[in-house]
C-alpha cells in the first residue's frame, strides 16, 4: 500500500501533467464529465479576456423551445452577446460545432475523480468552468427557464447544436460593423449667395469601408468618379439647404449639408444727386447713385442710369458714369433741354 507521501507525490505529478499537457485535457474532461453530471453551480472563469476582446454590440436573444432554435439563424455584427434561453420543458444544451465536445475544461471534476481513488483534492468544495478557447461555447446542461450568452468577437459563420437533442441546430453569422459613408462638400463655399432660379455646381469627395454605390444632391443623383461626386443643381427661393446624402453596398447612408444664401431682394438703391423734385440751374447736371445688397455684391456691368423727360423719351447716360460695385457718379456730357424734367 502507498505511503500518503508517495501519493501527495504521485498527485502532484499528476496535476502537473493535467496543466501543462494541454492536448490531453479534452480526454481527461470526456472521461470525467458524463452526459447526466449535474454541473449546477460551476461558477466560469474566463480566459478570454486575455485578448482583450470586448462585446460592443447590444445582446440578441435566441429562444430554445424543445423542438428547435428560433430563429435558427441569426446575422449579428463582431462585438455582439447573443443569449440562449430555456423556453422549453426540457434539459437543454448550447454547443458550438466546432467544439470537440470538451472546449471548457472542468478541472475540479478531474480532481474530484482522483479524489475518489484515494488521492487528497486541494481544491476543497470550489467548482469551476475554464475555457480555453475564444470562438467554441459550451454552456453546460440549462434547466427550463436558465440561459447562457456568448459575445462574438470575430467574423465568421459559427454552427452550433444541443448535443442533448442531436436534430436541433443553429448558425450564427458574424459580420463586420458596417460603417456609414463619409461626404465632405468642396463647393460650394458656406455662406455662397446665389440668385434665385440660379445654377449651381456641388463637388466632394466620398468614403467608406465599402463601396458607395450611389450620391444624391438634393434628390438629384450625382455624377460618381472614384470618390468624388458632382451635381449641378438650381434652388429656389425657399430653397437654403443643400443636403448631399451617400450610400453604400449594404445600405448605410451618410450625410453632409451645407447653407447657401438665395437672394430675393434687389439691391437698396439711392439717388443723392440731383436732388428729387429740385429745380437745377444746369443743362449738364451731375449725378450721383449709390447702391448696396445685404446679400451680395453689386455687379458694376449690371447698373444703367438713364435720364427721362416729360415726354417718356430716356436718354442712357451711363457712359457719362463712373461705375462702381457701391455706386456711378459723373456729369452728363450732353446738354439737356431748357425746362426738361427728369
Not at 440578441?60 to 420543458?89: A, H, M, Y
Request: glycine content about 8%; hydrophobic content about 35%; proline content about 4%.
Amino acid at each position: 500500500m502507498l505511503k500518503k507521501e508517495t501519493i501527495n507525490k504521485l498527485f502532484s505529478v499528476i496535476l502537473t501533467v493535467i496543466l501543462v499537457l494541454q492536448p490531453a485535457l479534452p480526454v481527461l474532461a470526456e472521461m470525467s464529465r458524463p452526459e447526466d453530471l449535474d454541473l449546477t453551480g460551476f461558477q466560469e472563469a474566463d480566459l478570454t479576456g486575455l485578448s482583450n476582446l470586448s462585446g460592443l454590440g447590444s445582446a440578441l436573444e435566441i429562444s430554445i423551445t424543445d423542438s428547435s432554435f428560433e430563429p435558427s439563424s441569426l446575422t449579428v455584427d463582431v462585438g455582439t452577446e447573443v443569449s440562449w434561453t430555456n423556453n422549453g420543458n426540457q434539459v437543454h444544451r448550447v454547443q458550438s460545432k466546432s467544439s470537440t465536445g470538451i472546449s471548457s475544461v472542468y478541472l475540479p471534476i478531474i480532481m474530484r475523480t482522483i479524489s475518489a481513488r484515494g488521492f487528497v483534492n486541494p481544491f476543497g468544495s470550489t467548482r469551476s468552468l475554464i475555457r480555453f478557447s475564444s470562438t467554441d461555447w459550451d454552456s453546460g446542461k440549462l434547466q427550463p427557464g436558465e440561459n447562457f450568452s456568448f459575445t462574438f468577437n470575430s467574423v465568421g459563420t459559427y454552427d452550433y447544436y444541443d448535443p442533448l437533442h442531436a436534430t436541433m441546430t443553429g448558425q450564427v453569422i458574424v459580420q463586420k460593423t458596417n460603417e456609414s459613408p463619409i461626404v465632405t462638400i468642396t463647393s460650394p463655399d458656406e455662406g455662397t449667395v446665389i440668385q434665385p432660379g440660379e445654377s449651381i455646381e456641388v463637388s466632394g469627395t466620398v468614403s467608406d469601408d465599402g463601396t458607395v454605390v450611389k450620391v444624391l444632391v438634393n434628390d438629384i443623383e450625382a455624377t460618381l468618379t472614384d470618390n468624388n461626386f458632382k451635381a449641378t443643381i438650381s434652388l429656389s427661393s425657399d430653397t437654403q439647404v443643400i443636403n448631399v446624402v451617400a450610400e453604400d453596398d449594404q445600405g448605410a447612408l451618410g450625410l453632409a449639408s451645407r447653407v447657401v444664401g438665395v437672394d430675393t431682394q434687389g439691391p437698396l438703391v439711392e439717388i443723392s444727386a440731383p436732388p428729387n423734385r429740385q429745380s437745377i440751374y444746369s443743362t449738364k447736371p451731375t449725378i450721383a447713385v449709390s447702391y448696396n445688397d445685404l446679400n451680395s455684391t453689386v455687379k458694376a456691368d449690371s447698373v444703367t442710369v438713364s435720364l427721362t423727360n416729360q415726354n417718356g423719351t430716356a436718354t442712357d447716360v451711363s457712359t457719362d458714369l463712373s461705375i462702381n460695385e457701391t455706386g456711378a457718379q459723373g456729369t452728363v456730357s450732353s446738354s439737356l433741354a431748357d425746362d426738361t424734367v427728369c
